[in-house]
């Protein structure tokens, strides 16, 4: 399923502009990751030194899928995200002070250091994410489940990877989903590669939308990146969901202009293949949607100039507190 | 009153009735598992709740352990009390993610910001011939592993008010129930299956040991069956040879409890520990461990361990017999310890 270019126009300025700013905050504070990453990692890379130790993934590229889900949500509905999270977490409106500081490992960070990039907890707007490759699903279907129990119209969204639909935990969890009937929406960004391998190489179906069918449910699919048709099947997926009429896988095509991670070498893909992504920008794209919609260039600028400075405060937080203390590994373990 | 004929309940029964009273008490508290609705639990843990309580808040799940105890996850860190059971604690395997790296870590990683309050119900135990995939503890295999509570009730008594207080607990709770301490009428009818229990509500504390019998000679510290078999051997060791033995029943294994080890080694001198897991790396190299830390001095003769000989369950009566402990192997180590 595809959406039609007259559906495109219906969607709001405002909503536009919203998704906007957002992919715009997200590209910068990834692009200032890439930066940071590289402190303390010159001239010989060592994956365990610097600002940022640890392993990075970033969502560079991959913003329409976040932001076109993220349009549709409120504080109370859940995300749960997986492995390359920072996308999901800014368009969810997770404090992006306390996630940057989490981030370099400080005290006052989400999880006060114990986390870090992959383990990202923001309970105040529903957010987390696991390093482990599908896991986040049934912590979603368990989340539409309590919403269900209490009886609210709250809706839960995992985020996977293309390569994530082959994990056990995929059908496990979209069999129980629709067989309970719950408010659920998986988004499998199909960035093209897990890791290394292509989706050809480990996937049966050429989309993973087809895979609904096996449960009984909706499913639709985005190409071209386009954060607009993203929200148009969102805004479906989501309705259906507050509206009782069970869940919904999207996938969308999308583009990961960097590595796995930081330091992945790419010998599995061609050099020209990145550049002729770029040239699809869907940042740009959008911006000319917007200008063709009559928006003001300057009020472009603002929004473009308030999504960085929101991004470049929150690296000043991290930067500026401090780290935990060493026994505090200790705490939080259990609570009392 | 003293003609008032006292209620005698079975160890599954005792669980059901705590599930019970906490699923009245609070509404977020809800079951979900394999075969815990109309059938009641495997092992009879969660009978008559879906006739109370409904289909609702009891919840057969398909055989999706990592689906239903990653919703588990998910429904507590929205502020429910979910009890998942995993049928049998050998089932660890298709779902140990969602247990180990999500249930025992999430807390920890999210700096205490998210709380889990759940309990992960399983079934232990073997010595009936259920052989190698249906009959381990796996007792220091999830205490090993930080992050979770983990106790294995003894009594009917303790596995009532030990699942009130797993169940009130803001922290994931392993709770261990043994499938010969249920009081299954499919299984062989031990005594120590079958105790008063008071109706009401109660808690029993996650993180303490209780001497069940006190003794001057020698301590034996166990858990489960290993623990009623140690009160059979030590029966018979002072009947028949004058040999007191003070019998701990250790109750929690995460956390657990140094000090009533320690001191009832200081007033007997002398330490055996008997587990039905595997003997290399478990619960008695642990308690063996705090004896040798904390009481080395107090000791009259080496610490002795019977445990399984570090081969997988075997399903023959004889190998099976061979390999898990029982009374008549502990009452001669004893007798060889008190020569020693």
New interface residues.
Partial sequence: MTQSNENQSSVSVEKLKWMYEQMVKIRYYEDQMVEVYTEGKKPVFNIGAGTVPGEMHLSTGQEPAAVGIGAHLKKED?V?SPHRPHHHAIAKGVDLKRMTAEIFGKET???????GHM?L???EV?F?C?G?VA?G???????????K??GKDWV?VAFIGEGAANA??FH??L??AA??NLPLIVVVEDNAYGISVPKKSSTSVDSNDKRADAYGIAGAYVKDNDPIAMYLAAEEAVSRARNGQGPTIIEIETYRYLGHFQGDPELYRDKAEVPGLRELDPIVKLKEKLIEKSTDEKELDEMEERAKQEVDEAYQFARDSNFPAPEAAL?????S | METAKKRILTGNKAMAEAIALEMERDSNVFVLGEDVGKYGGIFGSTQGLIDRFGAERVLDTPISETAFIGAAIGAAAEGMRPVAELMFVDFFGVCMDQIYNHMAKIPYMSGGNVKLPMVLMTAVGGGYNDAAQHSQTLYATFAHLPGMKVVAPSTPYDLKGMMISAIRDDNPVVFMFHKSLQGLGWMDQLDASVEHVPEEAYTVPLNKAKVAREGSDVTIVGIQMMMHYAMEAAERLSKEDGIEAEVVDLRSLAPIDRDTIVKSIKKTSRLLVVDEDYLSYGMTAEVAAIAAEHALDELKAPVRRLAIPDVPIPYSDPLENFVIPGPERIYEEVKKMMRS
């Avoid at chain 1, 705490?331 to 609570?335: C, G, I, L």
């Fill in positions: 859940t749960t960070g989400l999880g006060k250091g114990k986390g383990h907890f923001d309970p529903k987390a696991s482990i896991a699903i049934p912590h979603a279907v368990g989340a539409a489940m309590a919403a129990m209490k839960a056990g935990a496990e969890s069999n129980l067989l309970w705490e939080d373990v259990f609570t």
